[in-house]
């Protein structure tokens, strides 16, 4: 459904708006007059049909200029982009809106900009005005809208176009709780229905919720493009790290890591970064005294960690934290030293303790465990290991949802 070949975008940064003129007449002297800014460099990928990817990468990385060359909103310098389908975008909710116009003559309008024929607008109109719950509000000037009215209109229009490819671009919740939810639910049918979908987000859980694969994006580079799990924990690693250039970190060039990785033999992990990875020595997982991966859903699980908080660390600030995520990465249960108002009381060997009640359906569950530093924005990691130790829940019967909570039903007549 789209396929991106040596794709390249370049932006001239000019010093004075003179320079323009100058670059025309002395195009011989063209490195002294402008700056060429490379937003995006040589990306290469393809996209089948039914595939959900989230696009990932730092304020700056491209994924936006991506977009909009993707879109035909901005043209590339050079390169080939192939787009087999119709394509409805959320890059900016309402651009094209008029703001004279009704909101009944704004879906119009936009069915319009997208080659829609009025006919095809007709069948979803109602739809349309339905999803956005605005009520009256949609014969009324759009100029007249809360902000709130105006982004719900927006999505509702982009989304129930009923495109072959959706491309979304930090837009997916917008307006209430209960409205989020609602496009959540459209987002998962439109995957059901088999549409091709580009999802850009900062937020990883999201990334990891509704899609397959992930493509990193740095630089104006493509970094990585792979399982959704793998690539976002790299992108986890780098950006928590003080790592500049990404695909060093991707390469694995940072030895002192290797070296520590080679002592540490006990753990499968997925993922294993941080500053002085081989803090966390030891993670055991038991049910009582006998250490054990397997437990009925409601046992209790005790986590013990054994970490080596190391001579520098500040100790007001240092923690340690885990969590419990399921096959898809998303963060399930997560409890940390510092949620409990705890602190370390001495450098060098400690050993932390976690229990609690393991009320999860039938599956198999991933523990992740951290010796982290709160004082920083993101979290910063001594030692993270993504895949510290694992858990399978066994279920007499298997049930709906991913937890199973004690509940009390009665049935009155």
Request: charge should be negative; include cysteine.
């Amino acid at each position: 459904m789209i396929e991106v070949k040596n794709l390249t975008k370049i932006y001239k940064i000019y010093d004075k708006p003179g320079d323009r003129i100058k670059e025309a007449l002395f195009p011989k002297r063209k490195e002294d007059i402008v700056q060429e800014f490379y937003a995006l460099r040589d990306v290469n990928f393809s996209i089948e049909k039914g595939e959900t990817v989230g696009i990932i990468g730092k304020n700056g990385s491209g994924k936006s200029t991506l977009l909009k060359i993707l879109t035909g909103v901005i043209n590339q310098t050079s390169g080939e982009k192939i787009m087999d389908g119709t394509v409805s975008a959320l890059l900016e909710l309402g651009a094209g809106f008029n703001p004279e116009y009704s909101g009944i003559e704004n879906i119009y309008l936009n069915g319009t900009i997208m080659g829609l024929k009025k006919e095809d607008v007709d069948k979803t109109v109602d739809d349309i005005a339905a999803f956005a719950e605005i009520g009256d509000f949609i014969e009324r000037p759009v100029k007249n809208y809360s902000s709130g009215m105006f982004v719900r209109l927006a999505f509702a229009v982009a989304i129930n176009s009923d495109p072959d490819i959706l491309i979304v671009d930090e837009a997916l919740a917008v307006g209430d709780y209960r409205f989020q939810a609602k496009c959540y639910n459209k987002f998962e049918e439109l995957k059901e229905k088999g549409k091709t979908i580009l999802f850009v987000s900062h937020d990883v859980d999201a990334v990891r919720r509704f899609c397959t694969r992930a493509i990193w994006l740095d630089n104006g580079k493509l970094i990585m493009d792979g399982d959704v799990c793998e690539v976002t924990s790299k992108y986890m690693e780098f950006i928590t790290s003080n790592e500049t250039d990404a695909e060093a970190c991707v390469k694995g060039l940072n030895k002192k890591t290797e070296e520590l990785l080679e002592q540490e033999k006990e753990f499968n992990e997925i993922n294993r970064f941080g500053s002085k990875v081989g803090c966390i020595k030891n993670v055991r997982v038991s049910r009582g005294d006998k250490e054990t991966e397997v437990f009925m859903s409601g046992d209790t699980v005790t986590v013990e960690v054994v970490a080596d908080v190391p001579s520098d660390a500040d100790l007001s600030n240092c923690g340690l934290a885990i969590s419990l995520k399921d096959k898809n990465g998303m963060d399930l249960m997560v409890a940390a030293l510092h949620d409990y108002d705890m602190r370390f009381r001495h450098h060098g060997r400690n050993i932390v303790r976690i229990t609690f009640p393991a009320y999860l359906n039938v599956g198999e569950y991933t523990l992740t465990a951290g010796l982290e530093m709160r004082d920083t924005l993101p979290i910063s990691y001594y030692d993270y290991i993504e895949g510290a130790a694992y858990i399978k829940i066994m279920c007499e019967r298997e049930y709906f949802g991913v937890l199973k909570v004690p509940s009390e039903i009665t049935l009155g007549e």
